[in-house]
Structures are given as structure tokens and as C-alpha cells.
């Protein structure tokens, strides 16, 4: 963040604890969500988490998994809200810790620490029906929620247990087909207030939704689809809040109203909040200086950048705009002639199209840009080119130079197949140090190039980017941590994440050799944009956690 953002962020935890306690709670709730899903998570070691397939498989009828409806809109899709869960709390850099029923029984031990005081502000309940379930004693819920007073949000149709409807204070009948609205008809509450009503509109993803149908025992309505309430809210004798979203599960979170009601349930069930929206910001990129394809592939052939082009077309109107660039740079160079890889910045030669490259006079404009604090250096792998060249070496421009995949590094799309885990790991960690070495900077995003990697999970290639040390995988490709690894991205451009956008011409100093004064255009396309470093965002989603956790300790 920059250093305004970093004292707003401070202030602003600090008084959540001068201030407290709020919201009538009497209690001071520690700033952490326990995630508690049943079978969602298909990976058995918990550690990577892949966007749902619509309609290909499902979470909850995977006899059904074969017909499926309409591509778009399928009748049967597979369940998002455990991944849009994951991609929310993250974004807003709140701490969570996931707790899956299929593989944990459910103890008092989870919530509670060795002191005997809640290990977390509150609960976001989203188990599924399923018999792979550990056989889990849900009234260990209730005793959190109603005796330790932590939170609790409960998720769509996730009520089904008898335990869970006590504590939300509804009766659950079942879900059905409806179009109507959710209208909000408490305004006053604190969940609902400035939302626009109606929370999902009928022209979104799909018109025809599930809807719950409960009844109502010891809860307030707040919003409603037809003559059934959706949103409910509650306080307990123990102090806790509680909070009911209907809606259908697998929709829900296609809506901004929805997911900032989530938000701001987390807020009034824990007592207070401390998170980072991205409406306002925007990470511009621009692939492959260092690359060496431009040199040998036909129909991507081109000049390097000079150090006169870079600062005339891309540091000035940077500055102008206070504006950041996040450039993906290769710090290796195939060495045709002694048939290895070495660094790039020291070539200076006439390619075989007769065209001079000078990749020195490129890292001159990257390290001037770097200085005016306007480039952000980020890592593009090592070459940029298979890992075995075999085929490749002393071939004529016209015959296997000319084929695109031998300049895919992470997945062998010439030969069909993947590049071994050990191999990708090294040429990561390689490309860091070079990187490291060359421009004094240490990438936190690694983005394959072309695009090419390997998906098998052995061989995964977002796995071992997060196994070599960094925060993302560009360009909005997912987290990585070694808590876990989410592929794909969702709600750019939303409260949710910011927009990654391309830098013009093309997103690549390809566009820029070509065209070099078609850059300024993005400051047109998103006036009211700020283009921020991309270590801003991954700052967020690694280290906010931290920030707030030491805070807290400070404070406490």
C-alpha cells in the first residue's frame, strides 16, 4: 500500500479497539473467520482450489453430472461458493482459516484456545449434504455461537441441520425454482442499509434461481423473494449476532449487493472489520522484454525496446498519470550458438531477419524506470522457451523456429505434453535470482509465458509457483500461498479486485515497438483508474493478515 493507505489502515484498526465494543456486543471477538464447508474442496491434500466446471461435474449430484442443461446456464453445475468464498476473503485480506467436515471431525478444539477464550470473531457456515461427512456433532455450533458468543453466517440452502436452524432462529423447508426478487424490507439494520434493493435482479447470470423457503421462529426479516424471507438477522443472550443469506448458492455471489452484504455481515458479527476494497484501482500490464522470441519467431518478430523509446512513450506519461507499469521480465537469453541459457542483458546482436536487438539499452530504460518508481518488475520465467530445444537448435528461421510452441516454457505445447515439477521449479527459482541479481528487486508474481503450463496436479504449475516463493500468478490467474492455491481469479474490476488491464498497444513491448504512442490510450479508456503496483495488491492478500494480527496484539 502506499503510506496513506498504511496509516488509514492503521487508524482505522486502532480505533476499532479504542472504540469497542460496537454494535452492542460486549465482547471484544478476535479478527479471524472460521470457513466450515463439507465436501466442497476436491482436492484431498487442501491445498489447491480450482474454478467450478458449469455443468460438467457437481458437488451435489455428481450421479447427474453427465446432462446438464444450457452451457452458460447449466441446470446442474458444479458448486462456486466455496471458490468465490476463497477469492472474496482473500481480495479483502481478512484472515480465515477453512475447517472441511469430510476430512476433520468437528470439535470444540477448533474454536476455542488452550486459554479457553473463541479463536475467532465469528463462523461463515457453508457445509452441503453429503454422506462423506465425518459424522459431525453440529451441536457444538450451537455452544459456540449461543454459550462463547462467537459469530455466525449461515450460507443458502447450507441450514439443513436441525442444530443450525436453532441458532438462526428460522425453520428450513427447501429449496425451489423462483425468479422473484430479494427485496429488502428492513432498510434501517445495519446489513441493509445503502444496499440497493433488489439484492439479485432477475436479468443476472439466470432468471430462474433456487429459493429457500423457511420459517420464521426468532429472527428479524430483513430481506424478502416473494412471501419468504432470504436475509434474517439475530442477537443472542450470549452476544453473538447471527445472519441467514438465502439465495441460490451456486448465483449468490454473481451479485456486488450480495457479496457486500456478506461483508458487511462479517462486520456485525464479529464487532468490527478491517479489509480493502479495489473499486477505484487498476494493475496495467505488459509482457516479455527479455524475451528472446522476438529475435527468432516469424509472426512475433521485433526490435527491442531502447532506453530512448521507454522513457519517451512509457516513463513520461507514467509520471504524468502517477501511474505504475508491472512489466513481466525474462531474465534468460537462448544462446543459440553455445546452445545454453545465459543472461539477458548482455546481448547486443543482428538477429538472422536482419534487425538489431539491444537488450542492454532495454534493461537501461527498465532500471531508469524502476528508479522514477513508475515500472514494477515481475518475473516471466527464465527463457520463455522449452526447457529442452532439441529440434529447435540450428533450424532454419523458416521451419521449427517458426512453430509457436517451442516458446512455451512451463508446458510443452510443440510436443504435447508437461515439463517435469523438479524442471519448472528450478527455472522459477533461477528467474527470481537472476532477477534478483539484474534489477535488485525480488519478483512476488511469476506468469508463465505464452501461457503454456502444466496442469496435472503432480505437475501443476500454479502448485510449484507457490512452492518457489511467490504471492500470484499474472496476470489475474490466482493466489498462491502456502496456505493454499486458488486458479483463476473472479469480480475484477469490482470492490472485490481490481481490473487487470493490458498495456496498449497489445500488452507487450511487441505493441510498443510497433506503435509506441498508442500507451497513453489507457489513461483515456480508464480515467478514473489508479494504476497501482501489482506488489500493492499481493501485499494485501499475503501480508494485510499480518499487519492486522500485529495490530491486534498491540492493542489487545
Known sequence: MNHKKCITTLLLLFFAFIINPVFGQTTENPFRVAVIIGDQWDDPNNQLIKPPKGGRTSTDYPERADYSGYAGTPDIAESSDFYNLMVMLKSWGIPFDVFRLDQQFLSRSMFINARGEPRYGTIIWNVNRSDSLLQPDFSIIEDMVMNEGIGFIALSDRIWQPEIQSILGLEYEGSWMSSEDLEIVNKKHFLTKDLESPLDRSDGPTSHKQRMQVQIKEAEILTKQGDYPQV??????????????????????????????????????????LYRTWEDEAVMIMDDPGNAQNAWLEHWHYPTLKAETIEEFLIKPLKEHDAVLNINV????????????????????????GTRQNYPSTKEGIDQGLEEGVFEVMCHGLTHMQPDLTGWWESPLDEEKSNVGWYREFGDTRRGKEIPAAEQLWRMKTAKRWLKDQFGVTPLQFCAGGGGSSLSYSNNTWRIAARAGFGWYGWANGYLGKDMVIMGWNFEGTTESPVFVAAPPNGHDFGIAENPEAFTSIFDEYPNKRFININEFIGVIQWLILLSFLVIRLYS
Do not use: C
Open 232 to 273: 434474517t438477522a439475530r442477537t443472542l443472550a450470549s452476544g453473538a449476532h447471527v445472519v441467514w443469506i438465502g439465495s441460490d448458492h451456486n448465483q449468490m455471489f454473481t451479485y456486488p449487493n450480495i457479496r457486500t452484504l456478506l461483508r458487511k455481515s462479517i462486520t456485525w458479527t464479529v464487532g468490527y472489520n
Open 330 to 353: 525474462v531474465a534468460g537469453f537462448v544462446n543459440e550458438n553455445r546452445q545454453q541459457v545465459e543472461p539477458t542483458w548482455q546481448r547486443e546482436f543482428t538477429d538472422e531477419f
